[in-house]
């Protein structure tokens, strides 16, 4: 059984509730690659258990705060409760969507599983997680209340390289031909989980989509950073007018103009594959007006280093999307980016509505879906920030 004694500085660390502790906080220990461990205080009684890495500066993410080493009883109760979660709030309709598990937030470090119909797709982010991979998906078929038809490894993320583990995609179980089929109460679209991002599609969106299709009605709506469209194509199913969708990936592309069709708003929903930041700034020099703007870019700071330029970034996008929304109208812009803070988010778009000489109410910060549940002592599982506003 191995072990790691910390610091003293990691000792508080851990019982200021973070669930990781860094190399730097350890004292004492050997392990193996991905091992389960015992976590030890200076004094020598145990703090918990927690799984470790030799690569990563994140070196233990724990699992429990008990003395009593993880049985297969524990982590069936952990993968359990997430799917009881997802079954109290609706999410497990057999030809729907939603996070399975989400990782850290749920006592599960390193494992995200999102299902899209009965197709499981994993992502696997650190050595631990990667080792209990297939005993994962044993955990989660048993914990269903229906059969899945496949899963797929999906570990492809770039976070894996700080865990000094490959890139992998694979079809672990059954097997997937194309795309998956996925309804939303009235919104269908497929689902490719090999080639589109993260795991297929972004589920952290799904309630924002629906709220900003609700200021949709009679409206021309623009959806910026489209990516599949969901926001523009919800937003058509609400009664929009015209939906213009601006996107740069050419089979994100390809994939909105299908999913427009299947939805019957092919006739009100428009694709252009453009550099978005530019052509915003082209059609407000036009002095084209929207009464619905959308802006959901991917995530402009990565890292701490690249907050400087992600707040230029984040103030002149806001700044492009405001010029593009007639008076009295809506503006909905998200930032991904865990390094921004929803509070500095709210000053950036502050910023962006004084260059823009508008007078802008934020009339609701949202996060995102409950799926994507954020843990109060790990800061770091709340990311998303959308906003609402109101412009003059």
């Known amino acids: 059984m191995a072990s790691m004694k910390l610091t003293g500085k990691g000792r508080r660390w851990v019982m200021g509730g973070h669930p990781w502790i860094y190399r730097d906080d350890i004292a004492a220990g050997t392990a193996q690659a991905g091992d389960l461990v015992q976590v030890i205080a200076p004094t020598g009684e145990s703090i918990g258990w927690a799984l470790y890495s030799d690569a990563s500066r994140i070196a233990l993410r724990l699992v429990t705060r008990g003395e009593e080493q993880p049985t297969r009883e524990f982590w069936m109760q952990q993968v359990q409760r997430a799917v009881d979660t997802r079954a109290r709030a609706g999410m497990l309709e057999p030809d729907g969507a939603c996070r399975l598990i989400a990782g850290d937030s749920e006592g599960l470090p390193g494992m995200v599983v999102d299902r899209y119909g009965k197709v499981a797709v994993l992502q696997l982010g650190t050595q631990g997680a990667d080792r209990m991979g297939e005993f994962l998906v044993e955990l989660i078929r048993e914990a269903l209340p229906f059969e899945l038809d496949a899963v797929v490894n999906r570990s492809d993320t770039a976070v894996r390289k700080l865990e000094n583990l490959p890139k992998q995609t694979e079809v672990m179980q059954g097997s997937v031909t194309g795309p998956i089929d996925v309804r939303d109460g009235d919104l269908l679209y497929a689902v490719d989980v090999f080639q589109g991002h993260k795991t297929g599609h972004y589920l952290d969106q799904v309630d924002n989509r629906r709220r900003a299709a609700r200021l ?107 010029a593009l929304t007639r008076s009295g109208g809506a503006l909905v812009s998200a930032s991904c980016s865990f390094n921004i803070k929803a509070s500095d988010f709210r000053g950036f778009l502050a910023s962006a509505a004084q260059l823009a000489g508008r007078d802008v109410w934020l009339e609701r910060m949202t996060g995102a879906a409950p799926d994507h549940p954020e843990l109060l002592t790990l800061p770091e599982s709340s990311y998303l920030k959308c906003a609402f506003l109101r412009a003059d």
């Open 216 to 322: 949709a009605e009679g409206e021309r709506v623009l959806d910026a950073f489209a990516y599949d469209g969901l926001f523009g194509i919800r937003a058509a199913l609400a009664g929009a007018s015209d939906v213009l969708c601006l996107e740069q990936n050419k089979a994100a592309c390809e994939r909105l103009v299908v999913c427009a069709e299947r939805n019957g708003v092919a006739d009100r929903v428009r694709v252009e594959r453009v550099n978005c930041m530019k052509d915003l700034r082209a059609r407000a020099e036009e002095g084209e007006e929207y009464g619905l703007v959308i802006l959901d870019p991917p995530a402009f700071a990565r890292s701490k280093r690249e907050r400087a330029g992600a707040e230029r970034g984040y103030v002149e996008l806001a700044r492009r999307g405001l």
